[in-house]
């Protein structure tokens, strides 16, 4: 197979350019609003997104591997796209554990990129994630993951914004008697986090967290904070008359201070969180 060589910037929905890199088993990064795609002979082996927590994130919050584990290994083999290896040849971690991991990663990243099923931007061949080769997964499979991930949370509450805005709990509604997992992801919404943050500060994967949410969510127990919305500026005043020249030196002027917060905005705030 020949992997193209160039890197065209494109307006084709990010699954069918997916399908199109994997029939031409094609190696390098597709990159989408929501994050990139890796790939690797047409297989999947890699994905990334900033509404999710990474690899590392996972690893080193659920205990299984120290902070200085990983940035030892990104250290030593980051640079040869080998920190994967690097991890079980070290001893940090079982190859077991390092894929399992890399595995809720992929897809969850995956469900993100391709949750709109937005264009493609651009496709950089021959483009490697420094993590390596984990475990490698077919363009098909993660296409119908995502889709049944979209399908399952859609049956639970129809609302996608819930996976993306900040968080805060619902007053009214009781929440005793909640199962474990649900009451342990209601304790850490706080009006601030959003979902990928209350899954790194679980340690769990993205998208477990998504069906705790969207469950409380059609309990009423949480809903989404609402972006506040500022009020214009005022016209700024008339500058004032320049006073007339002296011969005498004056003072040495000020170091400018540092703009002054927006007290009126962080009183709106304040009075929102109180009110949630």
């Known amino acids: 197979m020949t992997t193209p060589t160039r890197a065209p910037r494109t307006d084709e929905p990010a699954s069918a350019l997916l399908s199109t890199l994997a029939a031409q088993g094609a190696t390098g990064a597709l990159s989408t609003e929501s994050g990139i795609v890796y790939l690797a002979t047409g297989h999947v082996v890699h994905v990334e997104s900033a509404v ?3 690899l590392g994130d996972l690893l080193t919050h659920s205990g299984a591997l120290a902070p200085d584990g990983w940035w030892e290994a990104i ?3 980051g640079r040869r796209c080998r920190v994967g290896r690097q991890l079980v040849d070290s001893g940090h971690l079982a190859a077991g554990a390092l894929e399992l991991c890399h ?3 992929l897809f969850d990243a995956a469900y993100f990129v391709l949750a709109q099923d937005g264009p493609a ?3 950089r061949p021959g483009a490697a994630h420094w993590l390596g080769a984990v475990r490698s997964v077919p363009v098909d499979t993660v296409l119908r993951e995502s ?3 979209r399908e399952l949370l859609h049956r639970i509450w129809p609302e996608p914004a819930v996976d993306r805005a900040p968080l805060a709990r ?3 509604p009781d929440a005793a008697d909640l ?3 649900r009451g342990r992801t209601l304790a850490q919404v706080d009006g601030v986090r959003t979902a990928a943050q209350i899954a790194t500060a679980l340690a769990c994967r993205t998208f477990h967290t998504l069906v705790e949410l969207r469950r409380l969510a059609a309990a009423g127990l949480v809903a989404p904070v609402a972006p506040l919305v500022r009020a214009p500026s005022p016209a700024p005043a008339p500058a004032p008359h320049p006073a007339p020249a002296s011969a005498e030196p004056g003072p040495t002027p000020r170091p400018a201070a540092p703009d002054e917060p927006d007290t009126a905005l962080l009183r709106r705030l ?3 969180l109180e009110a949630l």
């Open 103 to 105: 595995l809720g990663a």
């Open 121 to 123: 931007l651009r496709f």
């Open 170 to 172: 619902v007053p009214g």
């Open 75 to 77: 250290d030593r083999a």
């Open 179 to 181: 199962p474990a997992r």
């Open 52 to 54: 999710t927590p990474d």
């Open 147 to 149: 889709r049944r991930r």
């Open 270 to 272: 304040l009075h929102a």
